[in-house]
């Protein structure tokens, strides 16, 4: 029973290396449907280590999933912000889509962080146009002109 679970435990640390090599590759390539994929598996993988965390090599692994994903974490929300346009080209359109799966495996705290980044990059005209400071257009008569931008927006 012992030697199954040793072997077992040592494939497992087998497969997290390799998964983590190829993540870094995937990240440094931005191929993020790819990373997405290899991620969710690193920390199913790195999952099954936490009670191993005294011996050092594993400790170094933990590590260095950390740094990935806080690195992949980073250069996701860049892509979001250099390249997120009122129109997208296929391309751009296709890498943000496979950035979102990255998104979605990284966590909620991410999503949400993501969400209120766009969420405040598009009302930043309507915040400008309509600040409380400026009474006149933030009045309940400044409603109707509210209505029109909204509309205008939308479209």
């Avoid at 991620?39 to 009670?51: G, H, I, K, P, R």
């Avoid at 990255?102 to 405040?120: I, R, S």
Wanted: aromatic residues 8%.
């Amino acid at each position: 029973k012992n030697l199954t679970q040793t072997i077992t435990v040592l494939r497992r640390l087998n497969m997290l290396e390799t998964a983590l090599d190829q993540l870094e590759d995937m990240t440094k390539e931005r191929a993020y449907r790819e990373a997405a994929n290899l991620l969710e598996a690193v920390l199913q993988l790195a999952s099954n280590f936490e009670t191993f965390k005294a011996v050092p090599r594993i400790c170094e692994l933990l590590s260095s999933v950390r740094a990935v994903r806080s690195q992949l974490q980073v250069q996701v929300m860049e892509e979001f912000k250099l390249h997120i346009a009122p129109v997208l080209q296929g391309q751009v359109q296709s890498m943000l889509a496979d950035a979102a799966l990255v998104v979605t495996v990284l966590g909620p705290a991410v999503v949400t962080k993501l969400v209120l980044w766009f969420c405040a990059q598009e009302l930043s005209e309507y915040d400008s146009l309509f600040d409380p400071a400026k009474a006149a257009k933030a009045s309940l008569d400044g409603v109707e002109r509210r209505y029109v931008w909204l509309r205008k927006w939308l479209r």
